[in-house]
T-cell receptor
Framework: DGGITQSPKYLFRKEGQNVTLSCEQNLNHDAMYWYRQDPGQGLRLIYYSQIVNDFQKGDIAEGYSVSREKKESFPLTVTSAQKNPTAFYLC??????????????FGPGTRLTVT | QKEVEQDPGPLSVPEGAIVSLNCTYSNSAFQYFMWYRQYSRKGPELLMYTYSSGNKEDGRFTAQVDKSSKYISLFIRDSQPSDSATYLCAMSANFGNEKLTFGTGTRLTIIP
């Protein structure tokens, strides 16, 4: 089955620790995205990558870092500099070209709780 | 003011009713419009994709875009309890980077 996987589903960390969230896709999509979702705020873009070895900051990149060494993988690191890291994190991908490049497909999400 | 406004609800309707969900937006550059359905504690699922103005129908779902009013709608006919979810609108301008701007979502409950 083609799709996007995120792991783990739930993650608990102590304040001050960095944590890395995994995102893998087998859709052969060029573009990948990271969002966070908070109650009442919708989805906000953290980082996105349109091609391997290249990525851009989204609207709320401070305190986060990413890498894109492989087409299939786009891990997100939540650093200790992120002031309010507890949230639901969603990874998405899109074809990145052609008429339907705006269609983004989402993974199941990782719920991160930092105490 | 947010670029995309969406009433968060909650909205409760009886089974079989027609549901109308709406978003308004302020950026006239938006050309691509999407509706996502999100079940509790799950990732959003793409329901409808529309380019520019007009209507698009897929089964019980109809998406409408009125660019002159900066208003988009999603209609659900013969609503089912399985339609109970949060519905998110999303839109994008043709800037070449495929960035989406999302509404906050409307929580819908279909009462059996």
């Amino acid at each position: 089955d083609g799709g996007i996987t995120q792991s783990p589903k739930y993650l608990f960390r102590k304040e001050g620790q960095n944590v890395t969230l995994s995102c893998e896709q087998n859709l052969n999509h060029d573009a990948m995205y990271w969002y966070r979702q908070d109650p009442g705020q919708g989805l906000r873009l953290i980082y996105y990558s349109q091609i391997v070895n290249d990525f851009q900051k989204g609207d709320i990149a401070e305190g986060y870092s990413v890498s894109r060494e492989k087409k299939e993988s786009f891990p997100l690191t939540v650093t200790s500099a992120q002031k309010n890291p507890t949230a639901f994190y969603l990874c998405a991908s899109s074809a990145g070209r052609g008429g339907r490049r705006y269609e983004q497909y989402f993974g199941p999400g990782t719920r991160l709780t930092v105490t | 003011q947010k670029e995309v406004e969406q009433d968060p609800g909650p909205l409760s309707v009886p089974e079989g009713a027609i549901v109308s969900l709406n978003c308004t937006y302020s950026n006239s550059a938006f050309q691509y419009f999407m509706w996502y359905r999100q079940y509790s504690r799950k990732g959003p699922e793409l329901l409808m994709y529309t380019y520019s103005s007009g209507n698009k129908e897929d089964g019980r779902f109809t998406a409408q875009v009125d660019k002159s009013s900066k208003y988009i709608s999603l209609f659900i006919r013969d609503s089912q309890p399985s339609d109970s979810a949060t519905y998110l609108c999303a839109m994008s301008a043709n800037f070449g980077n495929e960035k989406l701007t999302f509404g906050t979502g409307t929580r819908l409950t279909i009462i059996p």
